[in-house]
């Protein structure tokens, strides 16, 4: 799925809303059915709409749930999925990394939170298993890379533009270096290249993606120059 520049702007303007947004019942944001008899295998649909913005609303149910596994044994596989169309999990909600958040609200808890719950991810003796389709950027990338699986369908679309930005990718670079390598890995982040569907092994053994440059052909454009003009000081 290709986003228009007007789809683009509308994602833009919704991500200001949810600043203005209620901190409203949170429970909604994760729906939760059993896969098996035993309900050892649970199904987990991310739905905050339009974009699952990881805002304080997902944080928060995110923090209740995933607080819900520590002590229990019947949970042992966490499927993670979403609703949303073309979104598996997009970025931080922004605002919480700004001094200008709403009065009485404490942000930094809130990143806090955020950062127990992708740690959570990798503690829980729980399997997670993301089936990811759509945009998984950001902080939705930061989740998907700490789960114990990943199967990406054909809308699958993996990035981290914020890195070229100048904005920290928390908490994944590890293990995307484990999962793809250094040099993928330093592409990913500093290329701002989005990866789409992986291609079949080549006969050398090698993987290759498919890195979707268009739409971000400028900033990585901008990037590139910005690199050979430091390298070449
Ligand atoms: C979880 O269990 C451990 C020991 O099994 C106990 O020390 C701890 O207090 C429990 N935590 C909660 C939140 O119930
Ligand atoms: C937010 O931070 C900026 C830059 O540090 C500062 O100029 C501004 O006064 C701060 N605003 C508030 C409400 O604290
Ligand atoms: C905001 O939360 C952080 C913990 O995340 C805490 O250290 C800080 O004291 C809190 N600030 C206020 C004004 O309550």
Redesign the pocket.
Known sequence: MRLSQFQKAAVALSTLFVLFADVANSTDLLKQSCINEACSAVRLTIHNPPVNLFDINLITSLDTYLNSLKNQTQTKVVVVSSDVPGFFGAHLDLNLLSNVTRPGI?A??YV?TYSSNIDLLLDLPVIFIGEINGRTWGAGNENAVRYDMRFAGPDAIFGAPEAAGGLLHYGETRQLVQLIGPGLATEFLLGATEITQRKPRGSDGSTQHTPRRKSYESTSRTLRSALREHMSR
Do not use: A, F
Request: no cysteine; aromatic share 0%; net charge negative.
């Open positions: 404490n930094s808890q806090d």
